[in-house]
Structure formats: structure tokens, C-alpha cells
């Protein structure tokens, strides 16, 4: 979602650059202030990629908290299963070896679960993280160039605004030259 709120703000200054208020064929008036508005909005939203990085961490820690919850049920309901079987005769005997082998086998798997549930969220935490610091350094490296651009622009509107000046400039010259002639005849 942020990415369509950036994209927006960024389509909005494009938009205004694009319907520029011309003079002439040189000059060409921008409103920074809407400029600098839209790129303050855009500083503004990219905290909210660290907090959706965040969020895929918080999940990370919930299902690893799941998976470990799954495990202690699976192994209370199995210690629960085996304390039931428990007898005196040769046929609970062998139940309980079962039962322990049993135990043993979904401790060993729980176990299993418990890394594999840890690598994948350390994975996707990665993986998040780095996706999130990849969107951050497009969004600045992409302010920066808008940056760029809009004081490459300003500059050439300086420039245009000068020569103007000094277009005006020798005219009044040109005038009071005309009119002190006019003025000898």
C-alpha cells in the first residue's frame, strides 16, 4: 500500500511539472511549495516500510511461538496418552517401551518443526528486511534525482529570469537613446 501512496505523490509532482505555467519561450514558473509538500509526503510514508518489515518480524515470533505451543501440546498429549497405558503386565511394559520410542520420535520431529518453523522465519525476516531497505534506497535514491532535476530546472529558470532582466535592461537603454535623439532634433 505504501508503494501505491509513494507512486501517487511521486505521479502528482510529475503532473505538476508537467502542467508548468509558461512565459514566453523561455520562462517557466513551478510552485516549489507543492513540490517540497509532495516531498515531504514522501519522506513521511517511508517509515512505514521499517514498520511493515517490523510487522513480518512480529509474525515470525508468532508463529515461532505457534510452533513451540504445537510442540509442548503434542508432547503433554503424548506423556497424557502413555501415563493412561501404564500397567503391570508385559503387554503395558511393551506399551510404554512404544510410547517412549514414540515420544522420542515426535520430540525428534517437533524438534524438526521448531528449526525448520525458525530458519523459515529468519528467512522471511531476511528477506523482508532486505526488500524493505531495497524500497528505501529506490524511494531515495529517486528523491534524490527528483531533487536533482528540479534544481537543474530551477537554475535554468534563473538563468531565463536574468536574461530577461537584461533583455529589459538594454531596451530602456535603447529607448532613452531613441528619445534623447529625438529630444536634440
Do not use: W
Not at 501415563?83 to 520430540?107: D, G, M, N, P
Request: glycine fraction near 2%; proline fraction near 1%.
Amino acid at each position: 500500500m505504501t508503494e501505491l501512496r509513494v507512486s501517487h505523490l511521486i505521479e502528482e509532482a510529475q503532473e505538476m511539472l508537467d502542467n508548468k505555467f509558461h512565459v514566453g519561450n523561455y520562462c517557466l514558473f513551478v510552485n516549489t511549495d507543492d513540490i517540497q509538500d509532495i516531498l515531504g509526503k514522501i519522506n513521511a510514508i517511508l517509515p512505514d516500510e521499517i514498520k511493515a518489515a517490523e510487522t513480518i518480524i512480529k509474525r515470525r515470533d508468532d508463529i515461532y511461538m505457534e510452533a513451540q505451543s504445537r510442540a509442548d501440546r503434542i508432547i503433554s498429549e503424548a506423556q497424557n496418552t502413555a501415563a493412561k497405558i501404564l500397567s503391570e503386565s508385559e503387554v503395558i511394559r511393551l506399551a510404554r517401551e512404544q510410547a517412549a520410542q514414540i515420544h522420542e520420535k515426535l520430540r525428534v520431529h517437533c524438534e524438526e518443526m521448531k528449526n525448520n518453523a525458525i530458519a523459515e522465519v529468519e528467512e522471511l525476516r531476511k528477506t523482508a528486511y532486505k526488500e524493505a531497505m531495497q524500497t528505501r534506497e529506490g524511494a531515495q535514491a529517486y528523491a534524490e534525482k527528483v531533487l536533482n532535476d528540479l534544481e537543474r530546472d530551477i537554475e535554468q529558470i534563473h538563468r531565463i529570469v536574468r536574461n530577461g532582466q537584461d533583455y529589459l535592461t538594454q531596451q530602456k537603454e535603447k529607448s532613452k537613446n531613441v528619445q534623447a535623439q529625438v529630444e536634440q532634433q
